[in-house]
């Protein structure tokens, strides 16, 4: 079946704008969780949906990062007026709730680049 | 908050040989640990997991111990092939909750 997809691939984008990156889970799967991997170092938790609802945004760096997710299905990480620190690849992940697994499977990412 | 160490952050092994690559974590309430691939501009994938009520898994080449007194969780790849070549990833958690990640250990097996 179909995995996490994520788009754009890449994006690129000037200091102080608004960018939108998207998030389609696995079809039936309830959790979403979105990371942040910058070059060469491991994956930073960002935020953790279960359903619609986020019980855990604790991984969010600053106010310009928000995040929503809808229809318990797709999800949209928004980072408004970026800087150039936001460069990254971000990465969403989904799992399957109310089984024996915990695994999380991940999308290809997003790479946002800053100029 | 869970805070987990990886090394080495390099590790090149000939073709054939052993590699085990080490995390330790923070928090006693952690009870899940999975090791994740990551080819290069690929995406993570799991290669084996772990729950703090197993001592040891073993799948095939890769196996992974855990002892929970003293923290720490070992990946061990045995009969390296230069497929294996990657970054791998430690990671800590509650359950469903987040996952805490390693900072890798880029693996090289040299032919």
């Known amino acids: 079946g179909a995995g996490v997809s994520q788009s754009p691939s890449n994006k690129v984008t000037e200091k102080g704008k608004d960018v939108e990156l998207r998030c389609d889970p696995i079809s039936g799967h309830t959790a979403l969780y979105w990371y942040r991997q910058s070059l060469g170092q491991g994956l930073e938790f960002l935020i953790y949906?279960?359903?619609?609802?986020?019980?855990?945004k604790s991984g969010l760096p600053s106010d310009r990062f928000s995040a929503e997710r809808t229809g318990g299905s797709v999800s949209t990480l928004t980072i408004q007026r970026t800087q150039q620190e936001d460069s990254a690849v971000y990465l969403c992940?989904?799992?399957?709730?109310?089984?024996?697994?915990?695994?999380?499977?991940f999308g290809p990412g997003t790479r946002l680049t800053v100029t | 908050g869970e805070n987990v160490e990886q090394h080495p952050s390099t590790l090149s092994v000939q073709e054939g040989d052993s590699a085990v690559i080490k995390c330790t974590y923070s928090d006693s309430a952690s009870n899940y640990f999975p090791w994740y691939k990551q080819e290069l501009g690929k995406r993570p994938q799991l290669i084996i997991d772990?729950?703090?009520?197993?001592g040891e898994k073993k799948d095939q080449r890769i196996a992974v111990t855990l002892n929970k007194t003293a923290k720490h969780f070992s990946l061990h790849i045995t009969e390296t092939q230069p497929e294996d070549s990657a970054v791998y990833f430690c990671a800590a958690g509650q359950g469903a909750q987040k996952l805490v990640f390693g900072q890798g250990t880029r693996l090289t097996i040299n032919p």
């Open positions: 949906f279960q359903g619609n609802s986020a019980p855990d």
């Open positions: 772990i729950r703090s009520n197993v």
């Open positions: 992940a989904s799992r399957k709730t109310g089984g024996s697994s915990y695994e999380q499977y």
